[in-house]
T-cell receptor, first 115, second 114 residues
Framework: NAGVTQTPKFQVLKTGQSMTLQCAQDMNHNSMYWYRQDPGMGLRLIYYSASEGTTDKGEVPNGYNVSRLNKREFSLRLESAAPSQTSVYFC??????????????FGDGTRLSIL | GENVEQHPSTLSVQEGDSAVIKCTYSDSASNYFPWYKQELGKRPQLIIDIRSNVGEKKDQRIAVTLNKTAKHFSLHITETQPEDSAVYFCAASKRSGGYQKVTFGTGTKLQVIP
């Protein structure tokens, strides 16, 4: 049981290049999330998917797109990378409970540098 | 929207002493408060959580308290050990439509000095 798996772990891009960050979970969770983590700013939500087939913007969605490919997989795409997108990206998932919130489980992160 | 403030940003304690990290939140609809520990270069990991119908929860050396009226919640670590050194994040969460909206604090870097 791997939990949440992210690929790649590290990536260096040039300004203007595009790439897709991959995330997969094996816990049968309904909800999945993409966060970015910058020094001194905690974790900020980029996009989320409440359930398979739905995606919505979070706090900082500009410059990103997402795809919820199936229940297991949720990818994040940078169409034209900018230096301001240099960050550590975390994918997370949580179970769906009609009555209460559930803890989020995080992947190991992708460290992305844009030159 | 929700705003979560966390203090202090850094905390140094001697091994064996206690550490306290405090958070405040602004949205009274928040009803779930998880705490995450993040070691250098690693993923955030849940260490304890508390729901709004509970005032205190304890798990061995870790405890969390919640004051809904004042919108404060705190993490208490007793008998600190070097392996407690990490960044700790508080968060406030509520249901928003079909998903769980989570707002994180900015983190506290805890250093336990042997």
């Amino acid at each position: 049981n791997a939990g949440v798996t992210q690929t790649p772990k590290f990536q260096v891009l040039k300004t203007g290049q595009s790439m897709t960050l991959q995330c997969a979970q094996d816990m049968n969770h309904n909800s999945m999330y993409w966060y970015r983590q910058d020094p001194g700013m905690g974790l900020r939500l980029i996009y989320y998917s409440a359930s398979e087939g739905t995606t919505d913007k979070g706090e900082v969605p500009n410059g990103y797109n997402v795809s919820r490919l199936n229940k297991r997989e949720f990818s994040l795409r940078l169409e034209s990378a900018a230096p301001s997108q240099t960050s550590v990206y975390f994918c997370a998932s949580s179970d769906k409970d009609s009555y209460s919130n559930q803890p989020q489980h995080f992947g190991d992160g992708t460290r992305l540098s844009i030159l | 929207g929700e705003n979560v403030e966390q203090h202090p940003s850094t905390l140094s304690v001697q091994e064996g002493d206690s550490a306290v990290i405090k958070c405040t939140y602004s949205d009274s609809a928040s009803n779930y408060f998880p705490w995450y520990k993040q070691e250098l270069g690693k993923r955030p990991q849940l260490i304890i959580d508390i729901r709004s119908n509970v005032g205190e929860k304890k798990d061995q050396r870790i405890a969390v308290t919640l004051n809904k009226t004042a919108k404060h919640f705190s993490l208490h670590i007793t008998e600190t050990q070097p392996e407690d050194s990490a960044v700790y994040f508080c968060a406030a969460s509520k249901r928003s439509g079909g998903y769980q909206k989570v707002t994180f604090g900015t983190g506290t870097k805890l250093q336990v000095i042997p």
